[in-house]
């Protein structure tokens, strides 16, 4: 074990150059799935080490429910021993297990609320709610998944930019973004150095449903508009949504990627690239991650099975 334990913790920092990148240089669709993908392995390897720090840095603390075979010379040697770094292990394993805790109550309750609040509405696929404040967003589960807007906000586009937002928001229902959207927020939660993915997965989640709107009402320039439009007179949405389903994100950017040429979709990018090093630096960070949470817990594996045979 050793230090390998420790690394899966820092090792997060390797996609940062990558979650920088990726918003200029990567489709948004390839953004969204290849971050949350690094994100959701970096949090499960550091979680996994910190708690494997956590038991054998605590396995000879008075009232420790370990067997009584961890006490040997012998498995003290094998196992690295440090008090204090188990000992602060253990509020820090409780504050990531009480933080992704809260935010799977958060998203459950919300859920669950936005549902109760369209009862008596038609079951249709898109809920029109009669309030004066302008809002939409996409509302996944129960027997449908429907699209949520208000009066407001559809007295303030045109007929052109509403079929631009509900294709958006559609987009959003049918690629399940709410999904990639919990899950690097359980991420981030796990590791706090996981935060810049989590910024750079909201962020191209919105452009990924943009780009589709645009394919769908063949006009890059009326999802602007209807982008845009929607930002000037929208205050938020009154209650939380869906793992921030209803974030615009940075607005100016969006408007001005769909002012531009339609994203290109690009294979796995050379080393001699910026994005192609930060990339392939992510994936080694990653890589090593999981090689030495692995190692870390089948060598605790071994040794508690030694020394507590059956």
Request: glycine share 6%; aromatic share 6%; hydrophobic share 50%.
């Given at each position: 074990?050793?230090?390998?334990v420790f690394l899966p913790l820092v090792l997060p920092l390797t996609a940062w150059p990558i979650a920088r990148l990726a918003e200029h240089h990567l489709h948004p669709r390839t953004a969204?799935?290849?971050?949350?993908?690094?994100?959701?392995?970096?949090?499960?390897?550091?979680?996994?080490?910190?708690?494997?720090?956590m038991v054998v840095g605590t396995a000879q603390l008075p009232g420790n429910p370990l067997p009584d075979g961890w006490s040997d010379p012998e498995v003290r040697a094998a196992v690295p021993y440090d008090e204090v770094a188990g000992k602060t292990a253990i509020p820090a394993l409780g504050a990531v297990l009480l933080a992704c805790g809260r935010v799977l109550w958060r998203h459950g309750r919300v859920r669950r609320r936005s549902h109760r609040a369209l009862v008596g509405l038609p079951d249709t696929a898109v809920a029109v709610l009669p309030d004066d404040v302008p809002y939409a967003y996409a509302l996944p589960g129960g027997r449908r998944d429907r699209v949520v807007v208000t009066t407001a906000l559809l007295g303030c586009l045109e007929s052109a930019e509403r079929r631009a937002l509900f294709a958006h928001e559609r987009a959003h229902l049918a690629h399940r973004h709410h999904r990639f959207l919990l899950a690097v927020q359980l991420a981030s939660r796990a590791n706090p150095f996981l935060r810049p993915l989590r910024t750079t997965v909201t962020y191209a989640a919105e452009r990924w449903a943009d780009e589709e709107a645009a394919r769908t009402?063949?006009?890059?320039?009326?999802?602007?508009?209807?982008?845009?439009?929607?930002?000037?007179?929208?205050?938020?949405?009154?209650?939380?949504?869906?793992a921030g389903m209803a974030a615009p994100g940075p607005v100016p950017r969006r408007v001005a990627a769909l002012l531009g040429p339609a994203p290109v979709t690009r294979g796995w990018s050379s080393v001699s690239t910026s994005v192609g090093w930060a990339a392939w630096a992510a994936a080694a960070g990653t890589a090593v991650s999981a090689t030495a949470s692995a190692n870390s817990a089948v060598t605790m594996y071994f040794i508690l099975n030694s020394a507590t045979p059956l």
């Amino acid at each position: 074990m050793g230090v390998f334990v420790f690394l899966p913790l820092v090792l997060p920092l390797t996609a940062w150059p990558i979650a920088r990148l990726a918003e200029h240089h990567l489709h948004p669709r390839t953004a969204t799935r290849m971050l949350t993908a690094l994100a959701v392995a970096m949090a499960l390897c550091s979680t996994v080490c910190l708690a494997l720090v956590m038991v054998v840095g605590t396995a000879q603390l008075p009232g420790n429910p370990l067997p009584d075979g961890w006490s040997d010379p012998e498995v003290r040697a094998a196992v690295p021993y440090d008090e204090v770094a188990g000992k602060t292990a253990i509020p820090a394993l409780g504050a990531v297990l009480l933080a992704c805790g809260r935010v799977l109550w958060r998203h459950g309750r919300v859920r669950r609320r936005s549902h109760r609040a369209l009862v008596g509405l038609p079951d249709t696929a898109v809920a029109v709610l009669p309030d004066d404040v302008p809002y939409a967003y996409a509302l996944p589960g129960g027997r449908r998944d429907r699209v949520v807007v208000t009066t407001a906000l559809l007295g303030c586009l045109e007929s052109a930019e509403r079929r631009a937002l509900f294709a958006h928001e559609r987009a959003h229902l049918a690629h399940r973004h709410h999904r990639f959207l919990l899950a690097v927020q359980l991420a981030s939660r796990a590791n706090p150095f996981l935060r810049p993915l989590r910024t750079t997965v909201t962020y191209a989640a919105e452009r990924w449903a943009d780009e589709e709107a645009a394919r769908t009402v063949k006009s890059r320039r009326v999802v602007a508009q209807a982008i845009g439009k929607a930002a000037l007179v929208s205050r938020g949405v009154p209650v939380p949504t869906l793992a921030g389903m209803a974030a615009p994100g940075p607005v100016p950017r969006r408007v001005a990627a769909l002012l531009g040429p339609a994203p290109v979709t690009r294979g796995w990018s050379s080393v001699s690239t910026s994005v192609g090093w930060a990339a392939w630096a992510a994936a080694a960070g990653t890589a090593v991650s999981a090689t030495a949470s692995a190692n870390s817990a089948v060598t605790m594996y071994f040794i508690l099975n030694s020394a507590t045979p059956l």
